[in-house]
C-alpha cells in the first residue's frame, strides 16, 4: 500500500513537472514538434493500412494534429473530431470533418464542428484515435 501510494505521489509530480515544461514551450517549438510527430506517424503501419481516424485538437500547448490530418486528408483517408452532443448532456460523440470546415468554441471554449447528425460516426467504426498525452520530449 505504501509503495502503490509513493508511486501515486510520484506520477502526480512527474505529470505536474512536465505540464510547466510544456508551458513554457514557444509555438515554434510546438509547431516543429508537431511536424516531427506527423511525419513519424505518417510513416507507420497505422497510417498506411487504417481508414478512419479521430483526432482531438490542441489545448494549453498540447503538440497540433493539423500536419497529421492534412496528410490524412490528402491520402483521401478520414478524420473525425470529437463534439458535445447539442442535445444529450455530457455525451461526447465523434463527427467527420473536412479541411473547410468551419470550427466554433463549445461551453468548454474547446473547438469544434459545428453539429451535422449525419456525419456522426460510431465508436466502433474509429479505428484509430490521436490524442494528447503528457509526456517529456517530443
Known sequence: ??????TQINKKNLRQ????????????????????IAA???????????QKFASYL???GEADPH?????????????????LHPEQSNQLVFQRYLPQEA???NKLQIPEPSFA????ISPNEIE?????????GF
Open 128 to 136: 484509430i484515435v490521436i490524442t494528447p498525452l503528457v509526456c517529456q
Open 67 to 83: 500536419p497529421i490530418m492534412q496528410a490524412l486528408w490528402q491520402q483521401q483517408k478520414q478524420c473525425y473530431l470529437p463534439l
Open 103 to 105: 470550427l466554433h468554441l
Open 117 to 120: 447528425p449525419h456525419k456522426i
Open 17 to 36: 513537472e512536465i505540464l510547466k515544461r510544456r508551458q513554457v514551450l514557444s509555438a515554434d517549438d510546438i509547431a516543429h514538434a508537431s511536424q516531427k
Open 40 to 50: 513519424h506517424f505518417c510513416r507507420s503501419s497505422f497510417f498506411i493500412d487504417y
Open 1 to 6: 500500500l505504501i509503495l502503490f501510494m509513493a
Open 58 to 60: 490542441p489545448i494549453k
